[in-house]
């Protein structure tokens, strides 16, 4: 479960960056237009009063999205979960279109705003997804000598045991550094892309 969440996480981002990338035309920004864009996310990186950035917000919303693949997996034998974890991998295809508007090298982006946090928080996104595929497939098939509610009350607690044990914790600490690391790093290569 776990190797085909991670090659479906993969195909989603490729196949979102290079479908947006064919179906859009692009003029590139013009120099005020980029610094325009830079510094309206500057001041939502580092520090706009009306977002909140704390890394409790950003645990809390990492915590729901979860929660919302495993409760919509659940109800479709996994099928709403996979598609859950799809978009958010797609999002980071979509981001590194955007970077190339901007005239950035998307994988520089990539690597400045995505991999400080999504070391620690893609693996807990990848953890909990394979828990919904694996229990989509545990739902569907039958196992002698055990009756549906005996699966499913297993198959739940092997679930909330990775969600709880592993996925809650990675996502706590994937949240300071989203906080207070990534948009330090992000604002830096912005700056240095622009030649600030």
């Known amino acids: 479960a776990i ?3 991670l090659f479906l996480g993969a195909v989603a981002v490729f196949a ?5 990338d064919s179906q859009l035309v692009f003029t590139p920004a013009s120099h005020e ?24 917000w950003i645990f809390t919303r990492n915590v729901r999205a979860e929660a919302f693949i495993l409760g919509f997996g659940f109800f479709s034998f996994g099928v709403l979960g996979v598609l859950l974890y799809l978009f ?25 705003g995505v991999l400080p946090h999504g070391i620690i928080e893609l693996p807990s996104v990848l953890l ?24 499913v009350l ?9 969600y709880l044990g592993v996925s ?24 240095f892309a622009f030649n600030w």
Request: glycine share 6%; hydrophobic share 55%; charged share 15%.
């Open 154 to 162: 297993e198959t739940l607690a092997d679930v909330f045991k990775v």
């Open 33 to 56: 237009t980029k610094l325009d864009l830079t510094e309206k996310l500057r001041s939502l990186m580092l520090g706009d009063e009306e977002v909140d950035l704390s890394p409790s």
């Open 88 to 112: 958010n991998f797609a999002f980071i295809g979509l981001a590194m279109v955007f970077a190339r508007f901007l005239d950035i090298s998307p994988w520089l982006l990539f690597a400045a």
């Open 168 to 191: 809650i914790p990675l996502l706590f600490f994937a949240a300071i550094i989203e906080a207070w690391v990534t948009p330090q790093i992000l604002y830096s290569v912005l700056g």
């Open 16 to 20: 979102a960056y290079f479908y947006t």
């Open 128 to 151: 909990v997804s394979a828990s919904v595929l694996y229990m989509g497939a545990r739902l569907v098939t039958p196992i002698s000598g055990r009756t549906i509610g005996e699966v």
């Open 3 to 5: 190797l085909l969440t």
